[in-house]
């Protein structure tokens, strides 16, 4: 329109055409009328190896699943590995916490012997015997 070849309403009827085109056929035919040279789309590579080389197109669909598959299961293995190193520190930092206050009491369970708070009461008085 702004080099003078169509008029506005001709324009808006153009417009409704490629909005609703769903192909590249439809989209050519609405500039198939306008003189002008019009550069020719080039059709994909996998395409024309796929028709000239079949084996080889086969091979590649197959050999890029396959490296896919070995993509999700590295990752899989690497995130599992971090999450049970995460696990095993927070075990770790457990034990070393209840350790250090079963520590600092400074006291030996009367039950089990075990350094550490009583837990399971008042503690047992022993029998000393007869005082003599």
């Not at 999700?72 to 034990?95: D, E, H, S």
């Not at 520590?103 to 003599?132: D, E, K, L, T």
Request: proline share 5%.
């Amino acid at each position: 329109m702004s080099e003078g070849r169509i008029l506005a309403h001709e324009l808006e009827e153009r417009l409704e055409r490629v909005l609703r085109a769903k192909t590249y056929g439809e989209l050519d035919a609405v500039l198939s009328d306008l003189p002008g040279e019009v550069t020719p789309r080039r059709g994909s590579g996998a395409r024309k190896l796929a028709r000239k080389h079949p084996v080889m197109a086969g091979t590649l669909v197959v050999a890029a699943a396959l490296a896919v598959a070995l993509v999700v299961v590295v990752l899989a293995v690497v995130l599992l590995w971090a999450v049970m190193a995460w696990g095993f520190w927070l075990v770790c930092a457990f034990f070393l916490i209840r350790g250090r206050h079963y520590a600092r009491s400074g006291q030996r369970n009367q039950i089990n012997g075990a350094w550490g708070p009583r837990r399971y009461g008042p503690p047992r008085h022993r029998y000393i015997g007869p005082r003599g």
